[in-house]
Nanobody, 126 residues
Framework: QVQLVESGGGLVQAGDSLRLSCAAS????????MGWFRQAPGKEREFVAA????????YYSDSVKGRFTISRDNAKNTVYLQMNSLKPEDTAVYYC???????????????????WGKGTLVTVSS
């Protein structure tokens, strides 16, 4: 089992950048695919990005592709989400997630991941 703790959320203006971090417990971090999801008020949770255990393959939703970058540092048991050119519609609680299944973005979009953090709020003002 893995425990996840997100950090880095906050209030920013449209066009700004923000980097989220997610620290994971455990000694087998590199075995897990890691992902970011978000949930805006009144909306369903949606997939944002995922990265394979090795870090060599990444997936993004169309809504963030070209603006967000997911990365990981397996030596630090940490995954990041660099968010650039933020828009008000990016406002949401962002959740870090982990899964032993290394699959594609469409799989995680449909089924989610097994382990979840508690989330960090990102608010983008216009």
């Amino acid at each position: 089992q893995v425990q996840l703790v997100e950090s880095g959320g906050g209030l920013v203006q449209a066009g700004d950048s923000l980097r989220l971090s997610c620290a994971a417990s455990g000694r087998t971090f590199s075995r897990y695919a890691m992902g970011w999801f978000r949930q805006a008020p009144g909306k369903e949770r949606e997939f944002v990005a995922a990265i394979r255990g090795s870090g060599s393959i990444t997936y993004y939703s169309d809504s963030v592709k070209g603006r967000f970058t997911i990365s990981r540092d397996n030596a630090k048991n940490t995954v990041y989400l660099q968010m650039n050119s933020l828009k008000p519609e990016d406002t949401a609680v962002y959740y870090c997630a982990a899964d032993v299944t290394n699959a594609g973005g469409s799989y995680y979009q449909q089924y989610g991941m097994k382990y979840w953090g508690k989330g960090t709020l990102v608010t983008v003002s216009s």
